[in-house]
Structures are given as structure tokens and as C-alpha cells.
């Protein structure tokens, strides 16, 4: 008779546990979307945009991805709740600690109806090369690169020849 009640015990715990479960599980939302994006040096955040959310808030999960391992670095939600509206988050990247972040955007199961949104976009934004102005880059790109000066000359040398600076000259001369 022991046995029984035992085994009584027991199958009553597992459904009171799988019934506290179910809840918890369902709190998590319909997942919407769930990119993992790569970073290295050059990249300077990760974003989200969501365009013309339902009116109710997404959930977006960020993970920082390090050698397989994830780990939670952020969480919150977002909405884009006007027509036409996108909103953007940020999110800054630590590319000495994380190959990779991984973005999961889910529904928000507290309310009971179901988010849309026409478009969810995650990707990152790169560092842009700073300072120098006019001469930023002399090396490789900017204003004055090796081919733009190669290009200026040819075109004033074509001007020169076909007789363009004529009138310039002449105005110099006299």
C-alpha cells in the first residue's frame, strides 16, 4: 500500500510541476525574428528596426556569442506603433569579449492578442574613419586619394589641350 501512495505522490508532484511550467513557457511570446550577426574591430554596435508594429511592444533578447557559449547582454522591447514608423535600438559591442551577437525578437505573450510587424531588420554599423577632413584617407580613399589627384590632372591637361583655359590664361596674362 505504500507503493501506491508513493507512486501517488509522485504523479501528483510531475503534474503540478508541468502545470506551473506550461505558464512560464508561454510567457516567452511567438519568436517574430532571430538573427545572429558577426563582429570583429571595425564594428561599432549591433541594431534593431521594426516597422509598423501592431501597436503593442516586441520583445528583442540580445546575446553576446563567445566561443559557442551565449549570454545574455540586454533586454527590453521596442515598437513602431504609427503607419509608416520605424524604430531603431542600439546596442554596443564588446568584439574583445563576443565573435557574434544574437538578436531574438518575440511577441509580448502578457496581453493576449498578436503582435505583426511588416519588417524586422538586425544588423551592425561599422566604425567610419575619423578626422582629417578633406585629407582623411590620402592613403586610400578621401578627396584627394592617388587616383582622384591622377584623374584631376588628366582632366585639367584635357581642358589645357582642348583649349578651355584659354580664356583663363589669357585673363592671367593681361
Same mark, same amino acid.
Request: no cysteine; glycine share 12%.
Given at each position: 500500500?505504500?507503493?501506491? +501512495?508513493? %507512486?501517488?505522490?509522485?504523479?501528483?508532484?510531475?503534474?503540478?510541476?508541468?502545470?506551473?511550467?506550461?505558464? @512560464? /513557457?508561454?510567457?516567452? %511570446?511567438?519568436?517574430?525574428?532571430?538573427?545572429?550577426? =558577426?563582429?570583429?574591430?571595425?564594428? &561599432?554596435? /549591433?541594431?534593431?528596426?521594426?516597422?509598423?508594429?501592431?501597436?503593442?511592444?516586441?520583445?528583442? =533578447? /540580445?546575446? $553576446?556569442?563567445?566561443? $559557442?557559449?551565449?549570454?545574455?547582454?540586454?533586454?527590453?522591447?521596442?515598437?513602431? @506603433?504609427?503607419?509608416? *514608423?520605424?524604430?531603431?535600438?542600439?546596442?554596443? /559591442?564588446?568584439? &574583445? +569579449?563576443?565573435?557574434?551577437?544574437?538578436?531574438l525578437v518575440t511577441e509580448?505573450?502578457?496581453?493576449?492578442? &498578436? &503582435?505583426?510587424?511588416?519588417?524586422?531588420?538586425?544588423? =551592425? =554599423?561599422?566604425?567610419?574613419?575619423? %578626422? #582629417? #577632413?578633406?585629407?582623411? $584617407?590620402?592613403?586610400?580613399?578621401? !578627396?584627394?586619394?592617388?587616383?582622384?589627384?591622377?584623374?584631376?590632372?588628366?582632366?585639367?591637361? $584635357?581642358?589645357?589641350?582642348? %583649349?578651355?583655359? *584659354?580664356? !583663363? +590664361?589669357?585673363?592671367?596674362?593681361?
Amino acid at each position: 500500500m505504500n507503493i501506491k +501512495k508513493t %507512486g501517488l505522490a509522485a504523479l501528483l508532484t510531475l503534474a503540478l510541476l508541468t502545470s506551473m511550467a506550461v505558464p @512560464a /513557457v508561454a510567457q516567452s %511570446g511567438a519568436e517574430l525574428a532571430d538573427k545572429e550577426v =558577426t563582429v570583429d574591430g571595425d564594428t &561599432e554596435s /549591433v541594431y534593431l528596426e521594426v516597422t509598423n508594429t501592431s501597436g503593442d511592444n516586441l520583445n528583442y =533578447t /540580445v546575446y $553576446g556569442i563567445s566561443d $559557442g557559449l551565449s549570454t545574455e547582454v540586454e533586454a527590453g522591447s521596442i515598437s513602431s @506603433a504609427d503607419e509608416n *514608423d520605424t524604430a531603431r535600438q542600439t546596442f554596443a /559591442v564588446d568584439s &574583445e +569579449k563576443y565573435d557574434s551577437y544574437r538578436v531574438l525578437v518575440t511577441e509580448d505573450a502578457s496581453d493576449s492578442d &498578436e &503582435e505583426s510587424v511588416d519588417s524586422i531588420e538586425i544588423g =551592425t =554599423t561599422v566604425n567610419q574613419a575619423s %578626422g #582629417g #577632413g578633406v585629407f582623411a $584617407g590620402v592613403g586610400g580613399g578621401g !578627396l584627394f586619394s592617388p587616383r582622384n589627384i591622377l584623374i584631376g590632372l588628366v582632366v585639367i591637361g $584635357g581642358a589645357y589641350v582642348a %583649349g578651355f583655359l *584659354d580664356p !583663363l +590664361k589669357n585673363a592671367l596674362e593681361g
